[in-house]
């Protein structure tokens, strides 16, 4: 995919990714957003937790890699790499497959408040901020570490993409878990 089509269809995905924290979890209460589908099972604050970790890692990175590889917009389509390929396939919202987390990523059990929808708010108009420059930049340029395995870089462009699919599977979870609480706590009234 050409970079144009490509930055727009990730923008469309993080604002749409805005809006669900936006009408679906700033309005609950705080017993929906921290209800356990299962013992071992995330809430809504552990899923946005999660993401907020992930955010705190590559927001800067991204950020680092689009103000050093700035040039003209390319028409090169979009590559991927091998470690891109895989990143995105572990990540995949459409997977049915569970990967561990590893553990300063997992927030199970963490004592969280309401505040963790506005950091998640936050990162998005900074990743926004991202893809609007990320125009300027060249998006097959292998910039952005890996986080479980700094060594492995993957390209700015794969990078992004991860972000926002690994963002759309955990608010995926995170609205079952929501939903589960819903049914959960009518049975109980």
Known sequence: ???????????????????????????????????????????????????NRYSRFYLPHLERAITITQQPLLSQAVRYSWIGRKSLDVVNPLGSKKYKTLKHLNPHNSHLTPQVLDEFLQH????????????K???NKKAIPVEFFR??????????????????????????????????????V
């Open 124 to 135: 998005q108009d900074k990743l926004l901020h991202l893809l609007e420059a990320a125009a």
């Open 137 to 139: 930049a060249d998006l």
């Open 1 to 51: 995919m050409k970079p144009a089509p490509f930055l727009t269809q990730l923008q469309e995905q993080a604002h749409a990714q805005q809006e669900i924290i936006r009408s679906e979890f700033l309005p609950a209460d705080a017993a929906a957003l921290n209800f356990k589908p299962h013992a071992s099972g995330w809430s809504v604050l552990e899923c946005v937790e999660h993401l």
């Open 151 to 188: 060594l492995l870089k993957m390209r700015l462009g794969e990078a992004l993409e991860f972000l926002l699919l690994h963002q759309q599977r955990h608010l995926l979870q995170a609205q079952r878990a929501k939903e589960q609480a819903r049914h959960s706590i009518c049975l109980v």
